[in-house]
């Protein structure tokens, strides 16, 4: 019966992990999302910082108004690199995290095959004492039918 009890609170530790690495998974892929939507942000202003410029040319625009939109069109460029960085950081950490749940499921698993196992044992064991008893009771009491 210790043995049983012993994997019970294994097998409720390991549920605990897994809670906790599916809670770690369900924010790593929140991160990602955030990641994401952060770079199609980026790079829709900037296409429409482009479509600004081009209506601009159309009209006329002065050096000087030229070499800010070239800078502010270079660090855009600059700042969706470093989120696609960004992001391959997120993905990794998804993946991980995907990792971690699945051993940690492994591990819930495996608690609950011993527990069962465990369970299927005491119940033979349990038997066979009641069998045990049962042909002792049958050899002690008198025999009714002489």
């Known amino acids: 019966m210790a ?10 530790l390991a549920d605990e992990e897994l ?6 998974l369900g924010k790593a ?19 429409d910082y482009r479509t600004q410029l081009s209506q601009m040319l159309k009209s006329g625009i002065t050096t000087n108004t ?18 696609r960085r960004v992001l391959v950081e997120l993905d990794n950490k998804v993946k991980l995290a995907i990792e971690n749940w699945q051993e940690k499921n492994k591990k819930v698993n495996s608690f ?16 066979k004492i009641e069998q045990k008893l049962m042909d002792e009771y049958s050899a002690r009491s008198p025999r009714r039918n002489l």
């Open 66 to 83: 030229w070499d800010n939109f070239e800078r502010f069109i270079d660090s855009m460029d600059k700042a969706i690199l470093q989120q």
């Open 19 to 24: 809670s906790q690495a599916l809670e770690n």
């Open 112 to 127: 609950d095959i011993l527990v069962k196992r465990e369970a299927i044992l005491q119940q033979a064991k349990e038997q």
């Open 3 to 12: 043995k049983q009890s012993k994997f019970k609170l294994l097998k409720n």
């Open 29 to 47: 892929r929140l991160n990602y999302a955030a990641g994401e939507k952060q770079l199609l942000d980026l790079i829709e202003y900037k296409e």
